[in-house]
């Protein structure tokens, strides 16, 4: 094993340990890095005949310059045929093998076409519900064998592996020079672009060969003699996720008497574009399981040779090959798998047939904005059931097609496309998607589901749109579109009915005026006039498809009497609690919160001026959905009682809501906090994301939170812990913090689990990355309205209306820094700043419009926040006031992202600026006649600052600097400590706009209904613009500065 690694190099050894190397030889070894495949050793023996067999796939609506393959395809079909045209010596045979109905097609030419496939996972296994079929490794390997080519080497390498040039040479000497009869070369990951942002073809080969690489740790190119590929007994293995390389690696290495392993850094030998790990995708996790059973259970082959006693002294390579497999088998399948105790695991089966099989029901809970998705959403996130998604995983692949084909549906009830391309819209492949993912759920519950479990209806009820973390309610988002956004259960009937599911409906209702408070008020989607006139008209059209489809009807949940009716509701279950045993019912009971009553005055005065009429038919139509539903449940007649014009009255919650009965023990989503619905100091919180799915912002409105929540001067932990953090246990002394900490990762580590399963700490993530999140941020919602995205925090956080507003202000404040200030800022702003042309891009809708920003007074509000803030890299981002004038002073003199080179007005990828290019950002301003030319300029003359960047520079108020802690005070003239909002002496309270507390009956306080960057004038009675002439009390021989927005020095000099 030792030998591995050594000798097969021109003048030394390749190494991966030194002490091992020197073990091994006794004597002092060499070590000589192998920079370049060409370092191998030529050897002059006679090349053997190789026999390379792929198995490529056709790629529906494929790119043209890579039909009919994907783009790794297309570029690993050029390597091979470039790489076989370089050989020296020896014979090359490429094959090729794919299933029969595309085998014509994806052959390419210059190829050996094997017999063609004919079975799959889609035919072997159709419960595993995988978007991909597979084919099995043992298919592809009998192929090559049968082929009619005298071939003593067989290589088989995965159809996304690209090969070097001289890949086939490097072969041919490994194997004359030091005879190994199997081995593997681990490939190096690089980009799959070009730096211009274009995709890579199989023209850039030569680009790709010296790229800037990554190492992979897996095995997924084997070249093996044929004596040992006979000897292979692979079975039902199929590729295209784990166990698959693991196990074929195993079987090979204990037939062969001479092996060896490559690892990236030591060969280049084959490279792969970008790290996609497709296998990690949740819906993957019953073919990962499925892969194990067939690698461990099939044949005694793996159990006999890895529970042998002497197999570490007498076979130490075939030992660790057993060693990661069974580590792989306690991630994936059981933690206390063992080979020698493993009759549970293989006498069990993801196939478990009752003599009843479950009934799943869809249904979709249609109301309008603001009467309760949210609250739905939380109901059934709290359940036992949905807890199942991190113990079973069937479960969790159940919950991701549930989140897809709710997102399908929300697109096609959105319609964002009709307003602006009307020609381009088309929605019959998310229809047609979306009926294929009602079979399958149906297919789902069908072998995994006992009865038992979902009430004596047998029935379980799987809701599209107000389940865990995703709710659609109408309108659906707060584009331009929300006309459009009108929903329709008959194409939602017409999906279940072609896809042979039972599907359902239930009717969500509220008081009309509550619903305009909470979506006008609360949070803002609209206008309150278009909001009554748009909600009035949906939902106008609820009544008529509740008629339409009343057969259809499942319940009626009226918000301001939530648990009205229960008894009447059909079905099992709902929302994972079960009606028949009142789990729904108590469930109900612990998580309501009744809303606040409104008195007769805040009814009149929430009604624009002239639009009594119509908030009347808002509350008509209101009466009339629930009066509608109520009738329809109850099995009354089709007529519908007249409904009053007078608004109903809100209700007193029933006393049953204000009760305490007992309840059965449901844990929370975050047990840590004993019982309580939102969460407590100290926070321990994890926020992971995908890169560029908004995890900065998630991040940073988290550490925002815990800053605002915390006791004063509690300590709180922020730090990103990367790969190399969680190998080094940077999260387990964290965890082990009796303190505060907010932290991110894109790292979805197993141990990341168990510390939520436990409680001990509560995850946050920004995309779909993990499936046991407290909360999963929508990117779409942050591009529709990040403020908004603010409010779905309140209940986890016990958020006030106070602390919402602050949250916002600090968050718009951040936003504005984070794209126009400093190295990592908007890139269209790089270009603005110096000197190009952006109006091309002002229509974009991520163009930040920095131009219409007074950055110095962002920089004060920010920076006298009642929120602390760190910066995470002071060198290329804001920390304190006077960053934005200096470091975009820098980024004006032709500087990019991280400092890059700016070479012209062009964008080319992501970011601007030439990749590689990256430098340090220095410490201080060019003077303004120092100012590089302006890139792109015609005449590339000498430029100025622009008046707004070289008056902030000459500011001398932007340059105060203030200890951690502290904040600058101009009236004060020196740096005070911060004070947070929630700790002002008694009698006194915290004013926003003020920063600071003043006595609970000060005049200009913030109205709390005012909108960010209006505050309550007393005299005008109304919300006005922050800078309005309003006359606040400042001390004697003190003015209000609306810049600082504080009381400053009478001095016209100030």
Known sequence: EMKIHASAFLGGLVVANHALLSFALDKPSVLVKANHISSLKESKKPGVSLLHVISPFGVENCLPQFCPFDQAQSVVVGSMLRAKDNTSRGHVTL???????????????????????????????????????????????????????????????????????????????????????????????VSKSRDDGELRTKADLDEIFVSEYEQHPGNDCFIMKREIAEKLNLGDIFIGTIFFANTMSLQAYYHSSNPASFKSEEVIGTFHLGDDRKWSDMRKLASIKQNAMNSICQNQFLQDVCSAEDLAEKRPNVWIHCKRLKKKMQKWVERDFEFNDNNNICHSSLKKNHPETTKARFVFSLGTEGTGHHFLSKLEKSSNFAKLAKTEQWFGIL???????????????????????????????????????????????????????????????????????????????????????????????????DAEVECGHILMTRDAHEILRSTTKNRFHDHPKRQIINLSMHLNMMISQAIQ????????????????????????DMFGWNIDDNSLENAIKMYYSPSRSMTEEERVELVPDGFDLYMESMMRATEMLRTTCQTQLLGGQSEIPAVPLEHPVNKDPPKLLNQQPEIPAVPLEHPANDGLSHLLPPYKIVQIGAP??????????????????????????????????????????????????????????????????????????????????????????????????????????????????????????????????????????VLRLNGCDVSEYTEQPDYPHCERHDLSSVEMSFANSPISFETTNPEFNWAAPGDCARLNAEVATGKGFNGRRLDGCKLNGKFAGVKGSEGTATKTVA?????????????????????????????????????????WSGR?????????????????????????????????????????????????????????????????????????QECVPDDEDT
């Open 692 to 829: 560029r799915t908004g995890s900065t912002f998630q991040f940073e409105l988290l550490r925002a939170i815990v800053a605002l929540k915390s006791p004063a001067g509690a300590e709180i932990k922020s730090r990103v812990v990367s790969k190399s953090d969680w190998n080094e246990g940077v999260f387990e002394e964290l965890q082990s913090s009796t303190e505060s900490f907010v932290v991110k990762t894109h790292i979805a580590d197993e141990r990341l689990i168990a510390a939520s399963d436990s409680g001990s700490v509560s995850v946050f993530s920004s995309s779909d990355i993990v499936p046991y999140s407290l909360y999963t941020q929508q990117r779409q919602n942050i591009e529709d309205c990040s403020a908004c995205e603010i409010d779905q925090y309140r209940s986890l956080f016990d958020l006030t209306d106070e602390d919402v507003a602050t949250l916002k202000k600090h968050m718009q404040d951040y936003e504005i820094l984070r794209q126009c200030c400093g190295f990592q800022m908007s890139k269209y702003e």
């Open 972 to 1044: 004060a003239g020196e740096c005070v400590p911060r004070v947070r909002p929630h700790n002002c002496p008694n009698g006194q309270r915290w004013n926003r706009l003020m920063r600071r507390c003043v006595p609970q009956d000060s005049e200009n306080t913030v109205h709390p209904s005012c909108p960010d960057g209006q505050v309550w004038d007393d005299e005008a009675h109304e919300c006005v613009d922050i800078g309005s002439n309003i006359i606040y009390n400042c001390p004697d021989g003190q003015m209000w500065d609306d810049t600082v």
């Open 549 to 572: 489809y009343s057969e259809k009807l499942v319940g009626c949940f009226h918000f301001n009497d939530p648990t009205s009716l229960l008894r009447q509701w059909t079905g099992g």
């Open 95 to 189: 094959a090729a093998t794919a299933f029969e109905d595309e085998q014509k097609n994806v052959v390419p030419e210059g190829f050996d076409a094997l017999p063609a496939l004919t079975r799959s996972t889609e035919t072997e296994y159709p419960e595993l519900l995988s978007s991909e079929r597979l084919p099995f490794i043992q298919d592809i390997i009998d192929r090559a064998l049968n082929h009619n080519v005298d071939s003593e080497y067989i290589i088989y390498t995965n159809s996304d592996i690209i090969l070097h040039e001289s890949f086939y040479d490097t072969v041919q000497n490994t194997i004359a020079n030091e005879g190994y009869d199997f081995f593997t070369i681990n490939r190096r990951t």
């Open 399 to 497: 919950r991701e097609e549930q989140r897809q084909s709710a997102k399908l549906l929300r697109g096609i009830y959105r319609l964002d496309d009709l307003p602006t391309s009307p020609d381009t819209l088309d929605l019959t492949p998310a229809y047609e998607e979306l009926v294929k993912k009602l079979k399958k759920m149906q297919g789902i519950v069908n072998e995994n589901i006992d009865p038992s479990r979902v009430g004596n209806n047998e029935v379980l009820s799987i809701h599209l749109n107000a389940f865990m973390n995703f709710m659609t309610s109408f309108p659906a988002t707060n584009t331009t579109a929300r006309y459009t956004q009108l929903p329709d259960l008959g194409i939602f009937y017409k999906a279940c009915q």
């Open 927 to 967: 003077a303004p006649e120092e100012h590089a030319p302006r890139i792109g300029s015609p005449e590339h003359n000498q430029a100025e600052i622009s008046p707004m960047l070289k008056n902030s520079i000459e500011s001398e108020r932007v340059l105060k600097r203030c200890p951690r802690g502290h904040v």
